[in-house]
């Protein structure tokens, strides 16, 4: 039996491909990438449904058929599927199709069909659906992202929060040893490191985007970025409702206006919620693993303010619970998971953002920030971070436990329902935002129970879930 997920979709194909395969073609190329399975026949007395394979009679005739739709402009908005991408597979002594799709490039997003750019699909869970018009702008973004750089007419130096500016000149004047920076006018200083720019069609020097957002007012920021919203949140556990505690940027007396203002308040909260332990290496001197930790937690963060789309109307997260911390911002990051964690140069989404911190020593110069993260946690005995992009969002979670003290050894998928479930039994709806679609969240607990992790308990919607106590 197969299931569909957000790799693998299923598709009946006797004679001829399906129509309503190219949606998922879509889907699969705007999303992430995935596989579509001709010669299967869904199974809906299961649940979640199963596929079985039937098989196709004329596996050679509709690769054929699948390629010129494929390079068929009218069809496909560019041609992703290539002849390599096909193989004909036996399952089960029956003849199947599997179509790769993968992911397509930037530049060639948004990938649609029927020729009309509103019929952009994307993948979520099991299912295809349209694109949003808020979601296909985002898509276009993608394709050229960066645009800190670009200066802002009717704005001046009124419209900066001018303490967190000056913050930021006695950062860099002593992470540089240039403590003449301190004195330096500051529209100086920021024309000299790039953030006050000449605007090249009339000549005058201007506000960059990339100066608004790191040390603009709030109600300026807000005149260009109108869902503006950078928030941390404190709190035990994932499924509380309360926090313990928040800083956020708003209007109000005390809470930070802007990117820079936002960043020094979240890390001197991080600091107090670190404990401070030592731990000895081998057996010659002592690493501070608070210091380890909050620098990969530095690291998470000036690269979740340096990736955000801005644009966007979905706010930058950053949740601090008992057992891991959740960076989340708007925009898909602009390189893979393996470059991201590898040794390899970032490519942020705002340059002049990510400058700002690298010229006054808080981020990473290389742009490895990602490899940082990782080796942190390896240092510390920590879960390996964990990286999850969409097409609007990327999420970068760091363990604060190693493996022994959280949990036992449990796949990735399923430590989020162990966790949930050690305050007690839970309905599905208490444990669906854990999850990326409802058929996920079942199959998960599906396979706590066939593992005897988990137990169900009661029936139909008064059904709840709970762990299985260990003797």
Same mark, same amino acid.
């Given at each position: 039996?197969?299931?569909?997920?957000l790799?693998n979709?299923?598709?009946k194909?006797?004679?001829?491909?399906?129509?309503?395969?190219?949606?998922?073609?879509?889907?699969?190329?705007?999303?992430?990438?995935?596989?579509?399975?001709?010669?299967?026949t869904?199974?809906?007395?299961?649940?979640?449904?199963?596929?079985?394979?039937?098989?196709?009679?004329?596996a050679?005739?509709?690769?054929?058929?699948?390629l010129?739709t494929?390079?068929n402009?009218?069809?496909?908005?560019?041609?992703?599927?290539k002849?390599?991408?096909?193989?004909?597979?036996?399952?089960?002594?029956?003849?199947?199709?599997?179509?790769?799709?993968?992911k397509?490039?930037?530049?060639?997003r948004?990938?649609y069909i029927?020729?009309?750019i509103?019929?952009?699909?994307?993948?979520?869970?099991?299912?295809?659906?349209l694109?949003?018009?808020?979601? %296909?702008?985002?898509?276009?973004?993608?394709?050229?992202p960066?645009?800190?750089?670009?200066?802002l007419?009717?704005?001046?130096?009124?419209?900066?929060?001018?303490?967190?500016l000056?913050?930021?000149?006695?950062?860099?004047?002593?992470?540089?040893?240039?403590?003449?920076?301190?004195?330096?006018?500051? %529209?100086?200083?920021?024309?000299?490191?790039?953030?006050?720019?000449?605007d090249?069609?009339?000549?005058?020097y201007?506000?960059?985007?990339?100066?608004?957002?790191?040390?603009?007012?709030?109600?300026?920021?807000?005149?260009?970025?109108p869902s503006?919203m950078?928030?941390f949140?404190?709190?035990?556990?994932?499924t509380?409702?309360?926090?313990?505690?928040?800083?956020?940027?708003?209007?109000?007396?005390?809470?930070?206006?802007?990117i820079?203002?936002?960043?020094t308040?979240?890390?001197?909260?991080?600091r107090?919620?670190v404990?401070?332990?030592?731990?000895?290496?081998?057996?010659?001197?002592?690493?501070?693993r608070?210091?380890?930790?909050?620098?990969?937690t530095?690291?998470?963060?000036?690269?979740?303010?340096?990736?955000?789309?801005?644009?966007?109307?979905?706010?930058?997260?950053?949740?601090?619970?008992?057992?891991?911390?959740?960076?989340?911002?708007?925009?898909?990051?602009?390189i893979?998971?393996?470059?991201?964690?590898?040794?390899t140069d970032?490519?942020p989404?705002?340059?002049?953002i990510?400058?700002?911190?690298?010229?006054?020593?808080?981020?990473?110069?290389?742009?490895?920030?990602?490899?940082?993260?990782?080796q942190?946690?390896?240092?510390?005995k920590?879960?390996?971070?964990?990286?999850?992009?969409?097409?609007?969002?990327?999420?970068l979670t760091i363990?604060?436990?190693?493996?022994?003290?959280?949990m036992?050894?449990?796949?990735?998928?399923?430590?989020a329902?162990?966790i949930?479930?050690?305050?007690?039994p839970?309905?599905?709806?208490?444990?669906?935002?854990?999850?990326s679609?409802?058929?996920?969240?079942?199959?998960?607990?599906?396979?706590?129970i066939?593992q005897?992790?988990?137990?169900?308990?009661?029936?139909?919607?008064?059904?709840r879930?709970?762990?299985?106590?260990?003797?």
């Amino acid at each position: 039996m197969y299931f569909e997920d957000l790799h693998n979709e299923y598709k009946k194909s006797r004679k001829n491909p399906p129509d309503d395969m190219w949606p998922t073609v879509s889907a699969f190329a705007n999303t992430d990438g995935g596989t579509i399975h001709l010669g299967f026949t869904e199974d809906k007395t299961h649940y979640p449904s199963v596929f079985i394979p039937t098989g196709v009679i004329n596996a050679t005739e509709q690769i054929q058929m699948i390629l010129d739709t494929a390079n068929n402009h009218n069809k496909l908005s560019a041609p992703i599927i290539k002849e390599s991408n096909i193989k004909i597979i036996e399952v089960d002594g029956k003849q199947t199709i599997d179509i790769y799709v993968p992911k397509a490039i930037f530049s060639d997003r948004p990938i649609y069909i029927k020729g009309n750019i509103k019929n952009t699909f994307w993948r979520e869970g099991e299912a295809d659906r349209l694109a949003t018009e808020t979601e %296909l702008k985002a898509i276009l973004r993608n394709a050229s992202p960066d645009d800190s750089s670009q200066v802002l007419d009717n704005f001046d130096i009124s419209d900066i929060n001018m303490h967190d500016l000056q913050i930021y000149k006695a950062l860099y004047a002593d992470a540089n040893n240039q403590p003449e920076i301190a004195s330096q006018n500051d %529209l100086e200083f920021l024309k000299n490191h790039g953030l006050y720019r000449r605007d090249r069609k009339d000549g005058q020097y201007k506000m960059s985007r990339a100066m608004l957002l790191l040390f603009g007012k709030f109600n300026s920021i807000i005149d260009i970025y109108p869902s503006f919203m950078l928030d941390f949140v404190v709190k035990n556990k994932e499924t509380d409702v309360d926090y313990l505690d928040r800083i956020c940027t708003t209007l109000s007396p005390g809470d930070p206006d802007n990117i820079f203002g936002f960043f020094t308040a979240v890390m001197d909260k991080m600091r107090a919620l670190v404990p401070d332990k030592f731990e000895l290496t081998d057996g010659l001197f002592r690493s501070n693993r608070r210091e380890i930790f909050l620098r990969a937690t530095r690291e998470a963060l000036i690269n979740c303010l340096s990736h955000a789309d801005y644009h966007s109307n979905l706010s930058i997260q950053i949740l601090w619970f008992d057992d891991k911390v959740i960076f989340k911002n708007p925009g898909e990051l602009l390189i893979s998971k393996e470059e991201f964690f590898g040794k390899t140069d970032s490519y942020p989404r705002n340059n002049l953002i990510f400058q700002a911190f690298v010229q006054a020593k808080l981020g990473e110069h290389t742009g490895s920030g990602g490899y940082r993260i990782l080796q942190s946690a390896k240092t510390l005995k920590l879960e390996e971070p964990e990286l999850e992009i969409t097409p609007r969002s990327t999420q970068l979670t760091i363990w604060r436990t190693g493996e022994t003290e959280a949990m036992p050894q449990l796949p990735q998928n399923q430590r989020a329902t162990y966790i949930a479930l050690q305050d007690g039994p839970l309905s599905f709806k208490e444990l669906a935002h854990l999850y990326s679609s409802d058929y996920k969240g079942h199959k998960i607990l599906k396979e706590m129970i066939d593992q005897k992790l988990v137990k169900k308990l009661g029936n139909n919607r008064s059904t709840r879930y709970a762990l299985i106590e260990k003797k």
